[in-house]
């Protein structure tokens, strides 16, 4: 976190010491408040303040966000558009809950793109998507000892996006989005589900895999990633999916 207050400086010294904005506080302040609403819901479920299956009513959310009615719509269409929210015409928006089912399809074809993902950026990583793909794989491994937080799924995201984007694969950036991935990690966090040694262990073979342009070893590595999280559905308990 950014120290608060002013650097102490010698009375003497004419040069006048500022703080540096954060990258968190630039990005803050360039956002719409539809952006904050966006952000907030998808880290509030992290936090626990949304669940799966809970109502969002717009009068609330305009109280609590001090913003208009068009503002809290604008953020519930594109939440609604992510498949985060679902609208009913006369329930109104509600946190979205994914199917047993609707997992077990969402990770299969998953499984296929991440392994081809991981193999064609192996194969066609540059000096440039190098230094990117390695700044993000650094990112996410710091989080290895760390419990389950929102900053940990920016993290991840950063990681499959650099990922997608060394592969230079246009058809695999246009359909991974739809996929909605995010709704599968957010049910299992709401669940309290761990982040395992597994799981980093995964990443860990993904990343120095792809480092190494080791393409064949990289398509199993992202393969058998998405087959250890799908086996991990077996775990979930029924009424996390009512």
Request: glycine share 2%; charged share 30%.
């Given at each position: 976190?950014?120290?608060?207050?002013?650097?102490?400086?010698?009375?003497?010294?004419?040069?006048?010491?500022?703080r540096v904005p954060s990258s968190a506080e630039a990005e803050r302040k360039?956002?719409?408040s539809a952006d904050v609403i966006v952000r907030d819901i998808i880290q509030g479920i992290y936090e626990g303040r949304f669940a799966p299956g809970q109502r969002l009513i717009e009068a609330d959310l305009t109280n609590i966000y001090r913003v208009s009615r068009s503002s809290v719509r604008e953020a519930l269409q594109r939440l609604a558009a992510e498949r985060i929210v679902a609208v009913n015409l006369h329930r109104g928006a509600q946190i979205r809950r994914v199917t047993?089912?609707?997992?077990?399809?969402?990770?299969?074809?998953?499984?296929?793109?991440?392994?081809?993902?991981?193999?064609?950026?192996?194969?066609?990583?540059?000096?440039?998507?190098?230094?990117?793909?390695?700044?993000?794989?650094?990112?996410?491994?710091?989080?290895?000892?760390?419990?389950?937080?929102?900053?940990?799924?920016?993290?991840?995201?950063?990681?499959?996006?650099?990922?997608?984007?060394?592969?230079?694969n246009g058809e695999l950036e246009r359909i991974l989005p739809t996929l909605h991935v995010h709704l599968i990690r957010l049910q299992h966090y709401t669940h309290g589900s761990a982040v395992s040694r597994q799981r980093f262990a995964d990443y860990r073979e993904i990343g120095e895999a792809v480092l190494g342009r080791e393409a064949r070893r990289a398509e199993l590595a992202g393969r058998r990633h998405i087959r250890h999280i799908t086996e991990g559905l077996a775990d979930l308990p029924a009424h996390l999916f009512d």
């Open positions: 976190m950014d120290s608060k207050g002013a650097i102490a400086v010698p009375r003497a010294s004419a040069v006048k010491v500022q360039t956002q719409s047993r089912a609707e997992m077990q399809d969402i990770l299969a074809v998953l499984e296929v793109a991440i392994g081809l993902a991981a193999r064609t950026a192996a194969e066609r990583l540059t000096e440039e998507t190098r230094r990117h793909f390695a700044t993000t794989f650094e990112q996410l491994l710091s989080f290895e000892d760390q419990a389950e937080s929102f900053e940990l799924l920016r993290a991840r995201n950063r990681f499959y996006r650099a990922l997608v984007e060394c592969s230079q």
